[in-house]
């Protein structure tokens, strides 16, 4: 049976959709196509068995890939890992922290997840995980290297998606042990706009059954779904989501709220990150 030798686990908003994307057409890697399973983090009951199962039929010769945007998070999570599979490769990128709290407020609110009045300082006090825990990234990344061996860990900044995605895929493929010929088509796509709820009620709605699907191993189908033209022209207003700039304010508060953390991922990555700072 297929098992998967990397994943993806962390963090969101970083960048993980355009690698997904990216490596999914590479001849030597194959993907679970529906992308996430959420296995570690919230399926771990159904079994080692039930979460191989999800690879049947996919190429065992290739490099075999599972993304989650937020294991790297969680001490229980890297530690189940760590004991099923102590060889697995580990990618890993990280975005400036006030960047990505921010681009995960705006995307919460758009999608229904937080209320429409609610202001930062109350969403970071009382949303999920997604936008309160998942800029943490000292902590996490000290974590996977107290589980797993420093050379399975890559850690990649979505800076430099930004600026060079073709170093960031190389990266990538040296680190897999893939060939670096192959360029991706969206090699030249550097952002994923957000769309817009049409209907908050209804997004909440469907995300609720879009977990069920995948609680049942039908992630597939939640992936064929999202990608319908009649689906997203249901769910989603015809305009992307304009984003609304940053405040002095809110930029001071998240430099405040991350400061911890990026002055301990200086330490255990030894680099400097003053460009965070400010």
Known sequence: MPKPNFLYVGAP??????????????PEVSLYPGKYIHFFKDFYDKGLDWYESQFDGINEDHMIGDFETSYMFYDNV????????????????????????????????????????????AAMETAPDFLTLCS?????????????????????????????????????????????????????????????????????????????????????LVMRLKRSSIAKAIIFKDS????APISDSEREFLIQRNMPEIEKLEKVLDINLDKWKV
């Not at 908003?13 to 590479?26: D, I, M, P, R």
């Not at 860990?153 to 060079?164: K, N």
């Not at 010929?181 to 090699?187: A, C, G, K, M, R």
């Open 240 to 243: 992307k989501v304009k984003q």
């Open 13 to 26: 908003k970083c960048g993980s959709t355009w690698l997904f994307e990216a490596l999914s057409g590479h």
């Open 136 to 220: 943490s990234y000292g902590t996490a990344v000290e974590r996977l290297y107290k589980n797993f061996d420093k050379d399975q860990v890559l850690i990649l900044f979505y800076d430099e998606l930004r600026s060079d995605p073709t170093i960031y895929m190389d990266k990538v493929q040296s680190f897999l042990g893939i060939s670096a010929e192959y360029v991706p088509e969206n090699i030249n796509k550097k952002s994923y706009k957000t769309k817009s709820s049409r209907f908050r009620l209804l997004n909440k709605f469907l995300k609720v059954i879009g977990w069920r699907l995948r609680s049942m191993g039908l992630g597939i």
């Open 78 to 121: 890297v530690e189940r890992i760590a004991k099923t599979y102590p060889s697995m490769k580990l990618v890993v990128s990280l975005r400036n922290p006030v960047e990505r709290d921010w681009s995960a407020f705006k995307f919460m609110k758009s999608t229904a997840q937080i209320g429409e009045n609610v202001d930062l300082p």
